[in-house]
């Protein structure tokens, strides 16, 4: 099953615009990572935020992450067409750091 | 450093043969784990090898099996292919950061069962 649950699943906005996606999970985690993978390629690791982090930045990216809702979002500013991509949140299972799950993922579109 | 390879980055097997995919991790990274991406499922975990040793299992059939050898460098193995098994396979090697752990994944490999 998925720990990750992902909303929207599909985003659609035009270059210079916000984009914000968000992920929910369902156990206690010591951290979070977001990944982006472009068409049927490999996962780009973008950002890892730890349970006792609120925010951080990386770039046009700014994670949140919300442990009292088991929640994230990742905001990604001023977009541009190369921000087309999916995005998965992913959490790892308990203590086994060698294993994953990811959400379902959000689909991004970014019209120039 | 050089990423995580992945080979081949095709392949294209009929229902009953078997298939082996490689992955070389990031020099240094003693941690090798797999995934199965498919439309229907997402994201599924395969397994984790670590120092040569299989570390964890995700839900799969005994047809999934792999290995890792002592430089690190990690084979998936699947045996009496199904059409349901095509799928796009990523290899991650895993770095320790400050008591946290990152993925970084190859490219890939997209089998496609015929």
């Known amino acids: 099953s998925q720990q990750g649950e992902e909303d929207p699943q599909a985003l659609s906005i035009q270059e210079g615009e916000n984009a914000t996606m968000n992920c929910s999970y369902k156990t206690s985690i010591n951290n979070l990572q977001w990944y982006r993978q472009n068409s049927g390629r490999g996962l780009v690791h973008l950002i890892l935020?730890?349970?006792?982090?609120r925010e951080k930045h990386s770039g046009r990216l700014r994670v949140t992450l919300d442990t009292s809702k088991k929640s994230s979002s990742l905001l990604i500013t001023a977009s541009r067409a190369a921000d087309t991509a999916s995005y998965f949140c992913?959490?790892?299972?308990?203590?086994?750091?060698?294993?994953?799950?990811f959400g379902q993922g959000t689909i991004l579109t970014v019209h120039p | 450093k050089a990423g995580v390879t992945q080979t081949p980055r095709y392949l294209i097997k009929t229902r009953g043969q078997q298939v082996t995919l490689s992955c070389s991790p990031i020099s240094g990274h003693r941690s090798v784990s797999w995934y199965q991406q498919t439309p229907g499922q997402g994201l599924q975990f395969l397994f984790e090898y670590f120092s040569e040793t299989q570390r964890n299992k995700g839900n799969f059939p005994g047809r999934f099996s792999g290995r890792q050898f002592s430089n690190s460098r990690s084979e998936m193995n699947v045996s009496t292919l199904e059409l349901g098994d095509s799928a796009l396979y990523l290899c991650?090697?895993?770095?320790?950061?400050?008591?946290?752990?990152?993925?970084?994944f190859g490219p890939g490999t997209r089998l496609t069962v015929t």
């Open positions: 991650a090697s895993t770095r320790r950061l400050a008591g946290a752990y990152e993925q970084y």
């Open positions: 992913a959490t790892p299972s308990g203590t086994s750091y060698g294993k994953l799950t």
């Open positions: 935020i730890r349970s006792n982090e």
